[in-house]
């Protein structure tokens, strides 16, 4: 298991960063496959490009699993899972890339072109997981969406929602979060039958064997 929690960035200043280098160190220090947990607000998008591609190249399967938010840089290393699986309580954001630049109109320009370039590179991740028409992928970036668990799963970014008590988590397609009265009826209808389970009473001749075994064992 891997935790991807906190800001992404090329260096870390304070030790508080995800950095490709950290990453790469934990992610080669296991094999098989592998769960990762998101809980960021994003940060530089080259560092999230380069954690993206060793998820994407790792031989094993990739679980990504967001339990509290991926926006921004951290949606993108989203999209390199297997299955993406969000937490009921979740969120996901994507946005326009943004920089700072400085200098004459020639320098803006060469800004806005790059960002541009920058752009299309993150739709290429978008459209890979959730198939959506890049110019529908565009506007969602332009509005700057927020989603919700539910929404997410609508739009192709997750394949399901995290369920509570099971032994392990599962996707779960948006129709089954209906409430079904009979299926809550029968489950606690069965835990009671085994916590209530009534042995049938033995005859007097299995009584009989059975403590005829049990003294013979005594000797």
């Known amino acids: 298991m891997l935790e991807l929690n906190g800001t992404i960035a090329e260096e870390s200043w304070f030790d508080d960063d995800v950095t490709p280098q950290l990453f790469k160190e934990e992610l080669n ?8 947990w998101i809980n960021s607000p994003g940060g530089d998008c080259v560092a999230a490009a ?5 998820l994407s190249n790792y031989a094993g399967k990739v679980t990504v699993k967001i339990d509290g938010i991926a ?3 951290a949606s993108v290393i989203a999209m390199a899972g297997d299955t993406v699986l969000v937490s009921p309580v979740s969120m ?5 890339p943004a920089t700072i630049a400085w200098g004459d109109s020639a320098e803006m320009q060469k800004a806005v072109a790059m960002l541009d370039e920058v752009k299309e590179s993150i739709i290429n991740a978008y459209e890979i997981k959730t198939g959506l028409d890049r110019k ?5 970036m332009d509005a700057e969406t927020w989603m919700d668990a539910n929404s997410a799963v609508e739009y192709g970014f997750a394949d ?14 948006a129709v089954s979060m ?14 009671i039958a085994k916590k209530c389970k009534i042995e049938k009473p033995k005859t007097k001749a299995e009584d009989l064997f059975s403590r005829l075994d049990l003294i013979k064992n005594w000797n």
């Open 29 to 36: 220090a296991g094999s098989g496959d592998i769960t990762v």
């Open 136 to 140: 529908k992928l565009s506007k969602l």
């Open 50 to 54: 380069q954690i993206y591609n060793m």
């Open 71 to 73: 926006a921004s840089a």
């Open 160 to 173: 399901g929602i995290m369920r509570r008590n099971t032994a392990e988590d599962m996707a779960v397609p």
């Open 178 to 191: 209906m409430y079904s009265p009979a299926q809550v009826t029968n489950s606690l209808k069965e835990k």
């Open 92 to 96: 996901m954001m994507i946005h326009n």
